[in-house]
């Protein structure tokens, strides 16, 4: 008791004295107003927010409409007063040195007789970027600050508020501020596909979370780039099994690497830790609501403050479940205890969908039993900011350059990007189609003469051939004739036909993320319900998947295959309209939104209609196609609970009949892959086979394939499953609400094709007919029980027996 009050007291003691010790910063641009008010404002930490009148130079506008007001629950009285905009209006601001700048928006909608602040909408963005469109604050008590991290590349950055017909616009202050040019990487870690993933210095930050975590709030004030730290309470799972840890922030020891401008001193010298009873079985978990389609910098902060010795902490990073770091080893890459370590990962919009999840744990114990440090995992500060798409926006699918292309044209990354797409335009094609397409042109095909009108076959029920010249190979790119054949592409869409179906392609209709963009549920003029997947024309990784998903859909069509419906092609835009699954994932049935369980039979035939649309993949197209991403989100109920196979854009050709597999990096989703794919990078279709074994696991048992939060010997799914069917307990984890309401017989019968799909070798898998047929099987076994039975025919059955 008396060493924790200790420590308590120099906590305290060290609070208004280690802020000294940070290093200080000297931004070369620094400009604050504040908005609507006749007096300047110096706040905390002697930054002064000058008047409008001082502010008159930066600011080009029609409108001088000021009104002030007490802010109540504001934290400062920066929010007292505000300048309203009925028209366009722009604050222009000389920058002297290029590159990073903080841009902080301070909202509040004050109460005043001309205008109801709280109807505002409008926009926000500079010359380049879309910062805020259609924003909106509802609630009179309710202060917002918006921060900002753009990249200035001219002499000038601009902000301009552009408000929505019949509205008007507001501000309480503005902020743009020089920050340093080592803050943020051109470079960060990927974690799905794992790499490096350069070019962020290209792209627009926003702030979303800044978290001290195990320590308190740390205000601008106490900040030298003006930054607030938050607690990590309210975002911390499982409360129970952390352990708060603290030291002096003096004795915080700075390198080269690191400097006091990435963090303050007390976002080091506190720490969550786990609790020493739980240490072997959990991981500590943070979770954080985000936008979907979108990617997001999550930067983790480490420090050393709990051992006593170096090489003595080596623990596991998860982001969203996926490995971010394995055997992280802080004593190698700080040389030292109370030295702090940092690491930025790109959490991509296939990943991150709308909340972000980050654990730190131990590693798994050495079977071995050799011995090993204590196990136990710490963290101590984390941010999370969202990273412009490529419409060049941080609200939506909303470009500045309504009227441009949105490859930005003098840019490196543009250049870039025009250059592949053209090469892909001149490999798909190829000579032959030009000639065959100009013959075969429509009446009406200067309307429609864009980029992707070549990438794309012909609309309203035409067709094409991509044809191969005999001398010079294939000029598709692409292997195997079963691309020759005639495509048909269903019906045409134009761009404003989209737009209205998808009310401007809302932020709200979102009802999917991937690769190539999002995917939006729409309601054509007829009432009939769609899903339009609108491409990424700058994501490499999504043309390609957009790519294959048409050489795909557009030859396959069968029952349990979502079908498509049409596309568009105007505008350098890619959009595929496919049938709308009302009913959305298996997943959600299983164990997310939906609460109503699914029961056994509903279950069997759900993998059964699963295992028909992947059978007709593998056997019933020409060349055979292996899907090579296989879950449960990729499985769609439609309205009547039919199920049917998804997204196709990793899919792949099957080998022909002189090869045994196809040779290609290793794509999909952990918990999924196929053990053997992954350690040799040979796929063959008992890849799939492996990974909807992972699927009817989930059917069984309700939870994720892959859980870090849950104890070691639980996080694999697969793994977990089949050592409970090994010991022929399998029942004994199955999902709660199937307790007793499944027949022995249909269990065992279910649990065998799990189980043979599992195996470890491709070889000692079965067919996806064979899976098919156990599954057939296993329906039948349950509706033959008695307690499937109407209650007579039960009744019947067991006189029967008697």
């Known amino acids: 008791m008396g060493h924790s009050l200790l420590v308590l007291f120099s906590f305290s003691l060290f609070f208004s004295s280690s802020f000294a010790q940070t290093l200080t910063f000297s931004p070369s641009d620094e400009f604050y107003i504040n908005s609507g008010s006749s007096e300047s404002l110096k706040l905390d930490g002697g930054r002064v927010f000058i008047s409008d009148s001082e502010a008159s130079s930066y600011l080009s506008t029609k409108d001088d409409i000021q009104v002030s007001s007490p802010a109540v629950n504001a934290p400062s009285s920066l929010y007292s007063s505000a300048r309203i905009f009925v028209e366009q209006s722009i604050y222009r601001f000389k920058v002297v040195d290029k590159g990073w700048h903080w841009i902080r928006l301070y909202f509040y909608p004050l109460e005043n007789e001309q205008f109801a602040l709280t109807d505002a909408v409008?926009?926000?963005?500079?010359?380049?970027?879309?910062?805020?469109?259609?924003?909106?604050?509802?609630?009179?008590?309710?202060?917002?600050?918006?921060?900002?991290?753009?990249?200035?590349?001219?002499?000038?950055?601009?902000?301009?508020?552009?408000?929505?017909?019949?509205?008007?616009?507001?501000?309480?202050?503005?902020?743009?501020?020089?920050a340093p040019k080592t803050l943020i990487s051109d470079v960060v870690s990927g974690i799905s596909p794992v790499g490096d993933f350069p070019g962020i210095s290209q792209h627009t930050l926003q702030a979303l979370y800044r978290i001290n975590i195990g320590g308190p709030e740390i205000s601008p004030e106490n900040d030298t780039l003006?930054?607030?730290?938050?607690?990590?309470?309210?975002?911390?799972?499982?409360?129970?099994?952390?352990?708060?840890?603290?030291?002096?922030?003096?004795?915080?020891?700075?390198?080269?690497?690191?400097?006091?401008?990435?963090?303050?001193?007390?976002?080091?010298?506190?720490?969550?830790?786990?609790?020493?009873?739980?240490?072997?079985?959990?991981?500590?978990?943070?979770?954080?609501?985000?936008?979907?389609?979108?990617?997001?910098?999550?930067?983790?902060?480490?420090?050393?403050?709990?051992?006593?010795?170096?090489?003595?902490?080596?623990?596991?990073?998860?982001?969203?479940?996926?490995?971010?770091?394995?055997?992280?080893?802080?004593?190698?890459?700080?040389?030292?205890?109370?030295?702090?370590?940092?690491?930025?990962?790109?959490?991509?919009?296939?990943?991150?969908?709308?909340?972000?999840?980050?654990?730190?744990?131990?590693?798994?114990?050495?079977?071995?039993?050799?011995?090993?440090?204590?196990?136990?995992?710490?963290?101590?500060?984390?941010?999370?900011?969202?990273?412009?798409?490529?419409?060049?926006?941080?609200?939506?699918?909303?470009?500045?350059?309504?009227?441009?292309?949105?490859?930005?044209?003098?840019?490196?990354?543009?250049?870039?990007?025009?250059?592949?797409?053209?090469?892909?335009?001149?490999?798909?094609?190829?000579?032959?189609?030009?000639?065959f397409r100009w013959h075969k042109r429509p009446e009406d095909w200067r309307k429609h003469n864009s980029f992707s009108s070549w990438l794309l076959p012909l609309h309203s029920g035409g067709h094409s051939s991509i044809i191969s010249s005999q001398r010079g190979g294939s000029r598709s790119g692409f292997s195997g004739n079963i691309y020759s054949?005639?495509?048909?592409?269903?019906?045409?869409?134009?761009?404003?036909?989209?737009?209205?179906?998808?009310?401007?392609?809302?932020?709200?209709?979102?009802?999917?993320?991937?690769?190539?963009?999002?995917?939006?549920?729409?309601?054509?003029?007829?009432?009939?319900?769609?899903?339009?997947?609108?491409?990424?024309?700058?994501?490499?990784?999504?043309?390609?998947?957009?790519?294959?998903?048409?050489?795909?859909?557009?030859?396959?069509?069968?029952?349990?295959?979502?079908?498509?419906?049409?596309?568009?092609?105007e505008q350098s835009e890619m959009i595929l309209v496919y049938e709308y699954m009302a009913l959305g994932p298996l997943r959600d049935h299983l164990y997310g939104k939906t609460s109503k369980p699914l029961t056994w039979k509903q279950r069997l035939d759900i993998c059964i209609g699963a295992a028909r649309g992947l059978h007709y993949l593998h056997t019933g197209a020409a060349q055979g196609i292996i899907h090579r991403d296989v879950k449960t989100t990729n499985i769609l109920l439609d309205e009547n609970l039919i199920a049917k196979v998804s997204d196709f854009g990793l899919s792949k050709t099957a080998p022909g009949m002189e090869r045994t597999h196809v040779s290609t990096a290793v794509k999909g989703s952990f918990g999924y892959l196929d053990p053997e794919y992954f350690r040799r990078q040979k796929l063959t279709d008992k890849s799939d086979v492996y990974s909807f074994g992972v699927v009817l696991c989930e059917v069984l048992c309700a939870r994720p394939a892959l859980d870090p939060a849950l104890p070691r010997e639980q996080v694999n799914l697969a793994e977990w499953a089949m050592q409970w069917q090994r010991k022929g307990l399998l029942e004994k984890i199955i999902d709660p609400s199937l307790a007793g309401k499944i027949a022995p017989d249909s269990l065992k019968k279910f649990a065998e094709a799990a189980d043979k799909c599992l195996r470890e070798y491709g070889v000692d898998r079965p067919s996806m007919g064979d899976v098919l047929w156990n599954l057939e099987y296993a329906l039948q076994l349950q509706e033959a029980s008695p307690s499937s039975m109407p209650v007579n025919e039960a009744i019947l059955a067991g006189s029967s027996m008697q």
């Open 122 to 178: 409008f926009s926000v963005t500079t010359d380049d970027i879309v910062l805020l469109h259609n924003f909106n604050i509802d609630n009179s008590t309710k202060w917002v600050m918006k921060e900002f991290l753009v990249n200035a590349t001219t002499d000038h950055l601009s902000v301009i508020f552009n408000p929505l017909r019949n509205s008007v616009a507001f501000i309480n202050g503005v902020e743009v501020v020089s």
């Open 485 to 569: 054949s005639s495509i048909g592409m269903g019906r045409y869409f134009s761009f404003s036909e989209l737009q209205e179906a998808t009310k401007s392609f809302n932020q709200k209709s979102i009802i999917g993320v991937g690769g190539f963009g999002n995917v939006y549920l729409g309601e054509l003029d007829d009432g009939t319900k769609v899903a339009v997947k609108r491409g990424n024309p700058q994501s490499e990784q999504g043309l390609n998947e957009f790519q294959t998903e048409i050489q795909m859909l557009s030859m396959l069509r069968h029952r349990h295959l979502v079908s498509l419906i049409g596309y568009c092609d």
């Open 226 to 435: 003006g930054r607030t730290w938050l607690p990590d309470k309210s975002f911390l799972w499982v409360k129970q099994i952390a352990k708060s840890v603290k030291i002096s922030p003096a004795a915080i020891s700075y390198t080269e690497t690191v400097s006091p401008l990435i963090a303050p001193n007390w976002v080091y010298a506190s720490a969550l830790e786990l609790s020493p009873m739980i240490r072997h079985r959990f991981n500590l978990t943070w979770g954080f609501s985000v936008d979907p389609g979108f990617g997001y910098l999550v930067r983790l902060h480490f420090c050393d403050i709990i051992s006593q010795a170096l090489n003595s902490l080596y623990f596991n990073v998860y982001i969203n479940g996926y490995p971010a770091v394995t055997g992280l080893d802080l004593s190698t890459l700080a040389l030292d205890l109370a030295v702090p370590y940092y690491k930025d990962f790109m959490v991509n919009a296939s990943i991150a969908m709308s909340r972000i999840i980050v654990q730190v744990g131990p590693m798994s114990p050495d079977p071995s039993g050799s011995d090993e440090p204590e196990p136990n995992a710490l963290l101590n500060g984390l941010e999370i900011m969202k990273i412009s798409n490529s419409f060049g926006s941080l609200d939506g699918e909303f470009s500045v350059h309504r009227g441009r292309s949105l490859v930005k044209a003098g840019s490196k990354n543009g250049t870039a990007t025009a250059v592949g797409l053209f090469m892909a335009f001149a490999a798909f094609v190829g000579l032959g189609a030009m000639v």
